[in-house]
């Protein structure tokens, strides 16, 4: 029974983590990484929130992902680099797991000088909003009884399967 318990807790909070996953961005989403895409206008409507992913498609014999200092971005420097995202499938991701600037352009075929290149903050995720206030007794029961359901009903559902398995499984032993 108490493995029962252990895996109905493990499907809710599988739950609860869902509301928070990392977001994969597709940079230029359908013009991809390519020259002649202007990546600040891309990215200018855009929250980029820490554990979050950039995914850079693009034609790998021609172009790459590089990380630079930002006075190396501003002149399309590539020397240096601070890291080398391109993994040789142009099918590539760069992990934003720090909060800071990140500043990446294509160091082959002149891609930066033909715009491409991208600077982005990630930031910290902004907190989960509070819940609103109950206003009467009626619907503060409600909510309890509905969020002790939602707890109670899948533990039952995960240990009723449990029983059924064990006495199948006993059955034919």
């Known amino acids: 029974m108490a493995k029962i318990a252990l895996m109905a807790a493990a499907v809710v909070l599988a739950f609860q983590a869902a509301e928070v996953a990392a977001k994969r961005w597709t940079v230029g989403d359908n013009k991809f990484w390519n020259p002649n895409v202007n990546y600040t206008v891309w990215a200018q409507d855009k929250h980029f929130y820490l554990d979050d992913w950039l995914y850079f498609v693009y034609e790998r014999n021609q172009y790459n992902v ?25 099918r590539d991701v760069v992990h934003l797991n720090v909060t800071r600037h990140y500043y990446l352009i294509s160091g082959n075929g002149g891609g930066c000088y033909g715009g491409m290149k991208l600077a982005v903050l990630v930031e910290k995720p902004p907190p989960s909003p509070a819940p609103a206030p109950i206003k009467n007794n009626a619907r503060r029961r409600a909510f309890l009884v509905s969020g002790f359901a939602q707890f109670v009903i899948p533990v039952a559902v995960f240990a009723a399967i449990g029983l059924m398995w064990d006495n199948v499984v006993l059955r034919f032993w």
């Open 66 to 90: 590089i990380e630079v200092n930002e006075t190396n971005y501003i002149s399309c420097n590539a020397n240096n680099p601070i890291a080398n995202w391109s993994r040789g499938s142009g």
